[in-house]
Every structure is written in C-alpha cells, then in structure tokens.
C-alpha cells in the first residue's frame, strides 16, 4: 500500500512496497527536458510519469480515452536525484489502493547506469464520462487485470 509521510527535508516521502511494481519501461532524457538549472526540469518529469503511464495502461489493455475512460485526479512526484541529458531513466509502475471509483498508479524512477533512485510519484485516477461529466464506478474488467490490488 502507498504510504505518504512527513520529511523535513521533503515535504512529503512516498514509500512504495516492491510488490506493487508489475510493469517496466525505460525512457531517454532528452535535450529538450532540461532546464535552467541544467537538469531534468519537472514540466518534463510529468510528462514523462504520463507517458508511462500511457505505455503501461496500453500494454494491459487499457485505452485511457476510449474504452475505460480514465482522468488522472492528482499527482504526488518526490525528487531524490538529479537526471540529465540522454540519461537512461526506467520507469517501473504498479497500482494500489483501488477504491470504488478509481485508485492509485505509482512509479519508482531508476537511472539503471548506476543504480540511482530519481523520483517516485504516485497519481490518482478515477474513470469518469466524459460527455456527463461524471465520475464512475471502476469498470470489473479493469480490476480484473490486477487481481492481487485489494478495494477499499
């Protein structure tokens, strides 16, 4: 289960067990991601964590806009090392906390190279219609992917 503390240092910690991660996918750091301070900027670490997303919700069989109408509700990003460009950088994403309406994807960000933990994140998500601007119960079919996530 996620869990969210306090750290002086940080203003939160997010702490994941490894259980939670079943899928893996690896993205570049481009020269474009980089910002003033000559790092990966966090405009660029979202849109990275929404592209796993993406990659990880299609490769379960999931099309976030057309068949289980996703919309991602909030999103909890931890900074713990600084990436780079052309930087290697793996994305390894789970699920937790389902609830009745949604529930959690999380990521634990590695630069493999040399083994070092960039960021975690956590982004809620609930499915939602669109055309009512509604929120709706999590379809069976999607909790059914993850067998092993408990429902609140």
């Known amino acids: 289960m996620p869990r969210i503390r306090f750290d002086p240092m940080a203003r939160i910690a997010l702490d994941f067990a490894d259980d939670l991660f ?8 481009r020269i474009t991601d980089i910002n003033g301070a000559n790092h990966l900027g966090n405009d660029s670490m979202i849109s990275m964590i929404s592209e796993a997303r993406a990659r990880f919700l299609f ?24 990436a780079y460009t052309r930087d290697q950088l793996r994305f390894e ?4 906390d389902f ?6 994807i999380v990521f634990r960000i590695t630069r493999p190279r040399d083994c070092t933990l ?5 982004s809620g998500f609930v499915f ?13 079919s999607f909790a059914a992917r993850f067998p092993g996530v408990s429902r609140a």
């Open 59 to 82: 490769d379960y069989g999931v099309e976030e806009t057309t068949d289980e109408k996703i919309i991602v509700t909030d999103l909890a990003t931890t900074y713990l090392a600084e």
């Open 118 to 122: 960039i960021a975690m994140a956590k």
């Open 128 to 140: 939602f219609d669109y055309a009512t601007k509604k929120v709706l119960p999590m379809p069976e």
């Open 93 to 96: 994403v789970g699920v937790a």
């Open 22 to 29: 079943c899928y893996t996918t690896d993205l570049t750091v």
């Open 99 to 104: 609830n009745r309406y949604g529930g959690d």
